[in-house]
């Protein structure tokens, strides 16, 4: 009966994982944001996050066995880019990238290493979502940056034309594909443990 409630609802340890593995992807991101500082570096930031957060991402995909993990840790990085001063709409790409990242892994039973590498390429597009305010709110995106300087302004206007947005996101999938391997290749032995091959 007791294996049967912990199969259906997430328990304590669960939840610690999630905390922990959100963690230490968030260090990586907040280390790879002071690169935005450079234009170019802005624009690869989610491509980065895709190839050294596949390394802990994927070590988190040995400790899921339920549903809702995955999208626990998408939403947690939605919100805390929004406590970190991005705008409120990281959270709902946040939401709807970790559903889809959630039904991948689900869609391999949780011991498929196909779809733990193809969610280690869906699970970062919540970066993306930073990208919103950027090509939605242009002129307010760029007021607030105005202590960077005019030059940094006009590079990244001219490194953004709307068509970027929908390339950042085929970039970002792809270098999370990219991350994903080199997770599995680091990280044999304990996908081996996992059961996922």
Known sequence: MSEKKEKKGLSGRDLINIGIYSAIYFV??????MTGLIPIMLMLLSSMI???GGIPFMLFLTKVRKPGMIFIMSLIMGILMFVTGMTWMPIPF???TGIIAEITYRAGKYKSMKAAVLTSGVFPLWACGNYLPLFLQREEYFADRSNYGQEYIDTVMNLTPDWMFWALIVMT???GIVGGFI???LLKKHFKKAGIA
């Open 28 to 33: 990586i991101v907040m280390a790879l944001a």
């Open 50 to 52: 895709g190839i050294l």
């Open 94 to 96: 946040a939401i709807l």
């Open 173 to 175: 999938f792809v270098c």
């Open 183 to 185: 997770g599995k290749v």
